[in-house]
């Protein structure tokens, strides 16, 4: 699966992530980008999901009709996702296009 880090989401997460292929938007040049043109360069970019710490992404943008699949991140704080990466990865493995999910850390 590819996945597209936006900015915020800790690059230190791809580690955990062998199976997929991750790219960070400032990797791509996308870093500028407004959200709704970041969700149609993944898409246009063959992305299967995008991994975000944007937590107002659904309440500014339409997902509906999306092929992106959409992960929440609801921390920004890299120790604390990594003390439970697994959730992180268990729903990259299992994301489906158009799907939007949160994920919470204890």
């Known amino acids: 699966m590819k996945l597209l880090f936006d900015q915020g989401t800790p690059v230190p997460l791809r580690n955990h992530l062998p199976h997929h ?4 938007a400032h990797e791509r040049g996308w870093s500028d980008l ?3 043109d970041l969700l149609a360069r993944a898409e246009a970019g063959g992305f299967d999901a995008l991994v975000t710490t944007d937590q107002n992404l659904r309440y500014q943008q339409n997902l ?4 992106l699949g959409v992960l929440v991140l609801m921390t920004t704080s890299w120790p604390r996702i990594r003390e439970h990466v697994n959730l992180v ?4 493995d299992n994301v489906e296009p158009g799907a939007y ?6």
Do not use: L, Q, Y
């Open 34 to 36: 407004k959200n709704g």
């Open 21 to 24: 292929t991750v790219e960070t």
């Open 89 to 92: 990865v268990h729903a990259a």
């Open 101 to 106: 999910e949160e994920i919470s850390f204890p």
């Open 64 to 67: 509906s009709g999306r092929r």
